[in-house]
Every structure is written in structure tokens, then in C-alpha cells.
């Protein structure tokens, strides 16, 4: 008997991607939907994508989705969970979404330590509506909005999502992975399976930053993506775990008021 | 008298191109002229086109009910938008790319190998160009004259070599297709 | 001057700079990035010009309304979801009496909709869209020269009246290239008095905006309500086209009007007499022109890229007086003019 080695997850509807070619949406919508898969949670699943590239994310999800307003994810989640409080909920947002027009819904819902898990694509720039400066793009990296490179004078520095969540005392795991190579995808893989299980046990807010490629807005082929993230993004965003309060015992929910 | 023309191939073909040096051209001729593109979402699945229309008079409406040109650089386009020429219209086809024909009788079809062409010519990212030159006969819409002079200022302070490129992709296109 | 081939998005921010804007606050937003990444590149290389991609709509809003009171020439731009969310600021600033140019470059919804053209946001526009009891001037243009010359009067409009003003476009207007020549623009009057630059020696200044007291409330709101109406008495503008012997009326906007010309060149070459009323300003409304046609003509038909908004303003003006038919096309949908044309015949092989 032939062993399987490669299977279309279950969590997976047969949709073909209409990301770019070397997105690392694609890729961590598989990772995403393998976790969903192994837990064996894919009916208690709920999903909300955000306005960016993955808007379409419910057309590949073989789970429930609603789709939220630009920003506005974390509210639709903490709302879902509070009232579904025995299901896996995650929120799937970009940088722009997340750490832009959506900053107080996401910071509030880390801080209130609501129990649901953030997707987090770093892209360093706002894929979907071709390229404009995000709150991570890199000093001097050029961007649609920032023709000459982000200037800090006037555009401010990258906003680092991980160091600053994980100081806030509602989050109770917050780690920064990179889907470049074959090895940060399996951490990143991890990190997403850990942050489900925090929820599962009831420990509150759980984000997952992933540095992930725009080859089509970086202008760079996929394989130059990847070294770009390791080369320069991984030095303004070192990947790490940031908090981790999966280790210790007993259930802060409920020790909450 | 008002022309209206549809181009339209893959994103990175210079579909886009083609159609503001028209207009561009047509403008500096002194005409009025609309260019509309075809945008985003619609060019995420990597198809790109637009509409220009040139007239002596001033322009109603830039969308086109039945243009009388449809310039097709990939064959997408050409299922896309043969039904919406009009009948009498013309049809310019790629033929390195699209292997279909047109399925109506009441056009004129030509076929210009516009990318075989173009590598002939050193640099198969000419192949609009090609078809410029074709088109630019054909429809008699700019003087050649004009339309080369445009498409240098468009194309300003870039490599000269390019600019050669382009004369010959031109010219070209422009021989190929007879009157 | 020469004519230049220019998109929709670029004349905006083109006009808007040469009238002697000089702050730019705005978010992402299809289909109207060009304008922001226009004014990203271009402002910074005016004189004492400030650009900033702020972190949301409303930030965006209230930015501007900041630069306004410091006395600079301000605008913003945005489109559907955007427009929603600055609808608070809108009101602040009518409230508030700053000047700024608001530009919506619509697109389908309702919600996050899509990205295509749309006149979805004729009753968010015209209504005011936020809460309270204001009106905001809205110019609707039909064409690249249009947007150019509007623009530069949106900002001396807003600033004679000292209230928000609004360019209502959408993504074919925004996107389309035709080309435009930029007029002169007037130099800017606008007294100091109303800016506020630190009181030096002199009396300190405030602008508020809540007034609890019921007496100052409503004077202040009776006062934006004569102000409105001097604008609606002076400001309103219309085009019409092909009237004189018209005995069907299409009143339409914006990239609908390029439509329906179309479809009336096409009728008109068969004998049909149909004629279009266009209103450029949509808030005031050219009300009291349209109540005058109806007079001599008894058939009208609003053709817009909606399910029905501007509609009930040619109710309101017509008062009864004459038939309205209405065809619309929402959610993005674009008619060409071939098919106009089929409907508006149909309407006038019916009441002929
Ligand atoms: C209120 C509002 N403003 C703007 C937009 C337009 N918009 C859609 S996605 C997006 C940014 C996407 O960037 P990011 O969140 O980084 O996601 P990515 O596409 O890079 O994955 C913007 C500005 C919107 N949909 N709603
Ligand atoms: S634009 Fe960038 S983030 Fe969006 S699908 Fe393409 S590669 Fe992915
Ligand atoms: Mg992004």
C-alpha cells in the first residue's frame, strides 16, 4: 500500500486560489486549513476574513465565514465568540487592516483578552489595492504612497505588532513566524495549531504574525521574496514568540471577573 | 465621424499602452478623444483592456456599444469581445498567440504574427508596437508620422536602442498589413 | 495652456493643487488610489505642501478639518466604505463652518460592494449623510475638463460659504483619461479671521461645535439654514442638452449623462426628440429649472447608475406636472449606450 504523502486538506474547498503566483496567502491558508484538519475542529469553526487580499478567503475556507468591514474583524470575532463561546473563531487580517484603519478594534480585542485567534499576514504593504504604504513598510522601502521610500519625518516608523501586543495583559500568545522557507513554515504551522489550543483552553487572545511575500507589489520574483524576508524584513521583524502563557496552569477565562 | 476601439490581451502585453498612445496621438492631432481602462479586479486574473474612441466632434459616451475596432493580443479576448464589433468592423488578431478565429462573416479579420515578429526583431515585448503599426494603417485613424512622434514622447528618456526598437517594430507592423 | 491626456483621478488632484491645495489627508481605496498616490508624489514637491496617508477614513477627515481651521486649503478622498466613515467628520465641519473638499470616487455597494462605477451615493451626498441638519454643495461632473474646473470652484465655493464641498465622480469618471486644459485659478479669499494661527497679542479665538445651551443651537442651525439657502439661490448649475424641441426629457448625471448622450445621438438620428437635462450641482438641486420645463414638456425619464435616488429629486422638483419613467443599473452595472437607447425609445414610441 502506497503511503499518502500529500492530501487537498478537508478544511479546503477545491477552489482555485486567485491570489499572484507565490503569494504567501496561498500558503498560509493551507496551513490554516491542515490545523483546522488535525484538530478535528472544522464544524466548530468560525472564520472572518478582512477587506485585502483575502477577501475572497471564505471561497477556499471549508468553513463558516462571515466577512468583515476594512478593520473591523476583531469586533465581528469578539462579538462571535462571546456569544458562541465553545467555538474556534479566528480573525485572518493584513497589516494594513490589522495596524491601520482597524488598530483600536484589534488592540482592544487583545486587551480585553477576548478568546479567539488572530491571522496576521505582514506584507508590508497594502496588497489589494496595489501597493500603497502599510504601517509595516520598511524605512526606505518604496511603496505607491512613498515613491521616493518611507520617510520618517513624514510617514512615521514600521509598526511592530507582535512586540507591542504581547505587552498588552489580555494576550495570552503572541509569536512572529515567516513562511520563507520550509522550516518557518512548519514553525508557522505550529504557531497557529498553539494559538487554537490556547483558545480551546480558554486562555484569551491569541495573534499569529506572519511575515508572508507580495512578489507582485515588491516587484521582486518569488524566490528573491523569500530572501527578502529573511534578509531584510526578519532584521526590523525578528520572528520569535513574544508571550506565551500556554504553559502555565489553569484557565485564565474563568479566573477573569 | 467617431471610431471606437478596443484593445485588449494580458496584463503585461502593453495592452494599456497601445491605447493611450492612440489616444495620446489622436489628441495631439487635434481630435477628441476618450481612454478607458478596464480596472482592478477585472485585471487580477491577469486580462487587461481598454476602450478609446476619437472623434472630430465632441465624445457622448466613452463606453462602446459597437466599436469599430477590436485589436486582440491573446485569445480570451478575442471570445471576450468579438460579439460587440460592429458589423463592417474590423478585427486585428495576434495570430503568434490566438489560434481561433472569429466565428462571424460580417468583419474583416487580420492576422499579424505580432509577437514572431517582434522576436525577429530582437525583443518580443515590441509585439504591441507591431500591432500599432498594423492597426495605424489599417484604420487610418493618426498619420504614422504622428503616432511615432507621440509614442517617443511617451516612451521620454528611456534607452534610444528602445526607441529604434520601436520604429522597426513599427514599420514592421505597418508594411505587413496591406491597404 | 496645453492639453493634456490625463486620468480622471490625476485632473483631481492636478486642479485641486494649482487652486492652492496645499493638505492632502486620505486612505487606500479602489477605485481611487491614483488620487491619493497623485497627491503623494505631488504634493510634497509644492510649496508648503503636506500629504499624509492617514491610518483610516476618519483619521483622514478630521485631519483635514484640523488643516482647515489652521487656514490651509484642504481635501480628502475616498470612495464608498470611506465616505461612510467620514460622514462624521462631514458633519463636524459643516457644523464647525470649515472649508474642505470632500471627493467620493463611487463604486458599487451597499457594504463593501465592489470596486466598479456606481451612483449609489446620490442620497448619502445630497442628504447631508451624516447626522444633523446640514447640507453639503455637491458637484457632479460629466467629463475630464469638468472635474478640472469644478474642482478649482468646489474650493472657492467652499470657502465663500465656509462649508464642506463634495466632488461626487465615480471609478469611470476616475479612471477615464480625456484631455483637459487647467484654467486659471482665482487667487484665494478667505479672511483670516476665521483661522485660527495662535492669538498672538490679540483676542483668542475658539470653534466649537457642541452647543448645549437650546437658544445657541438653534440659532446656529437657523443660520447654516439661510446660508443654505443663499447657496441653493446662487449656486445651483444644470446643462441642458438638445431641448428646444425635446417632447422626452432624460435628466441624468455624471458618467450616466456621457451615457444617455450617447443613446440620444444615436435616437436622434432617428428622428426621435429627446433631450437631456443634466444637473451639475446635485445639492442645490436645479429644482426650480426642471419645475420650468415641465411646462413645455410632459415626459421625463431619470436614467441613473443606481435602483432609484436622485429620482425622488425630480419627483420633488416636477411636482406632479409632468410623466417620470425611470431606468437604472446598480451594483457596478454599466449600460452602454445601445441599450439606453432600446429603453429610452421604447418609453418614447409610448408616449408618442
Ligand atoms: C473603509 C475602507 N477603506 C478602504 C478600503 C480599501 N481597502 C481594501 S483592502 C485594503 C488594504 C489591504 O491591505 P492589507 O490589510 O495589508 O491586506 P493585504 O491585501 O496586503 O493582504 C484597503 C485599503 C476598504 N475596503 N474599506
Ligand atoms: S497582491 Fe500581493 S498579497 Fe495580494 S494576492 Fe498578489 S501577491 Fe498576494
Ligand atoms: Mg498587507
Known sequence: ?257 | ?179 | MNKVLMSGNNVIGEAAIRAGCRFYAGYPITPQNELTEYMAEHMRNAEGGIFIQSESEVAAINMIAGASAAGVRVMTSSSGPGISLKQEGISSMAAQELPGIIVNIMRGGPGLGNILPSQGDYFQATRGGGHGDYRTIVFAPGSGQELADLTMDAFDLADKYRTPAMILADGMMGQMMEPVIFKKPKPRQYPEKFMLRGAGGGKSKFIRGLLLDPVDSEAHNWKLARKYEVISENETRFEEHRLDDAKLVIVAYGTAARIAKGAIKRLRSHDMKIGLFRPITLWPFPEMRLRTLSATVKNFLVFEMSTGQMLEDVRLALQGYADIEFHGRPGGAVPTPAELANVIARVYEQKD
Request: aromatic residues 8%.
Open chain 2, 1 to 179: 465621424m467617431i471610431i471606437k476601439t478596443i484593445f485588449s490581451g494580458f496584463g503585461g502585453q502593453g495592452v494599456m499602452m497601445m491605447g493611450t498612445s492612440l489616444a495620446q496621438s489622436a489628441m495631439s492631432k487635434g481630435c477628441h478623444v476618450t481612454y478607458l481602462p478596464a480596472y482592478g479586479a477585472e485585471m487580477r486574473g491577469g486580462t487587461a483592456n481598454c476602450t478609446v474612441a476619437v472623434s472630430d466632434e465632441e465624445i457622448a459616451s466613452p463606453v462602446a456599444s459597437e466599436p469599430n475596432y477590436l485589436v486582440v493580443m491573446n485569445q480570451p479576448a478575442l471570445f471576450t469581445f468579438q460579439n460587440r464589433v460592429t458589423a463592417g468592423g474590423s478585427i486585428l488578431i495576434n495570430s503568434s498567440i490566438v489560434e481561433a478565429s472569429p466565428s462571424r462573416q460580417d468583419i474583416t479579420t487580420f492576422y499579424i504574427p505580432c509577437t514572431d515578429m517582434a522576436q525577429e526583431l530582437g525583443n518580443s515585448r515590441a509585439a504591441n508596437i507591431v500591432m500599432m503599426g498594423a492597426f495605424v494603417r489599417q484604420s487610418d485613424i493618426v498619420p504614422p508620422e504622428i503616432y511615432l512622434k507621440t509614442l517617443e514622447t511617451i516612451m521620454g528618456s528611456r534607452k534610444k536602442a528602445l526607441a529604434d526598437i520601436n520604429r522597426r517594430a513599427f514599420a514592421a507592423g505597418y508594411e505587413y498589413v496591406q491597404k
Open chain 1, 1 to 257: 500500500m502506497a503511503k499518502i504523502v500529500f492530501k487537498h486538506p478537508e478544511s479546503l474547498k477545491e477552489n482555485i486560489f486567485h491570489y499572484c503566483p507565490g503569494c504567501g496567502h496561498s500558503i498560509v491558508h493551507r496551513l490554516v486549513a491542515e490545523v483546522i484538519d488535525e484538530m478535528g475542529i472544522r464544524g466548530i469553526t468560525i472564520g472572518v476574513p478582512p477587506a485585502g487580499c483575502a477577501v475572497l478567503a471564505y471561497n477556499y475556507f471549508d468553513v463558516d465565514m462571515i466577512e468583515a468591514l476594512h478593520g473591523r474583524g476583531p469586533a465581528m470575532a469578539t462579538a462571535i465568540k462571546r456569544c458562541l463561546p465553545d467555538r474556534v473563531v479566528f480573525s485572518y487580517q493584513g497589516d494594513g487592516d490589522l495596524a491601520a484603519i482597524g488598530i483600536a478594534e484589534s488592540f482592544h480585542a487583545a486587551n480585553r483578552g477576548e478568546n479567539f485567534s488572530v491571522i496576521f499576514i505582514n506584507n508590508a504593504v497594502y496588497g489589494m489595492t496595489g501597493g500603497q504604504m502599510a504601517p509595516t513598510t520598511m524605512l526606505n522601502q518604496r511603496s505607491t504612497t512613498t515613491p521616493a521610500g518611507r520617510k520618517q519625518s513624514v510617514d512615521g516608523y514600521p509598526v511592530k505588532v507582535s512586540e507591542i501586543f504581547s505587552r498588552l495583559d489580555g494576550a495570552a500568545y503572541v509569536e512572529r513566524c515567516a513562511v520563507s522557507s520550509p522550516a518557518g513554515v512548519n514553525k508557522t504551522k505550529k504557531a497557529i495549531r498553539k494559538a487554537f489550543q490556547c483558545q480551546l483552553d480558554g486562555l484569551g487572545f491569541s495573534l499569529v504574525e506572519v511575515l508572508s511575500l507580495c512578489p507582485t507589489n515588491w516587484k521582486l520574483s518569488s524566490v528573491d521574496s523569500c530572501k527578502y524576508i529573511d534578509e531584510v524584513m526578519s532584521k526590523v521583524f525578528p520572528p520569535g514568540v513574544y508571550k506565551d502563557l500556554t504553559g502555565k496552569t489553569g484557565k485564565t477565562a474563568e479566573a477573569r471577573p
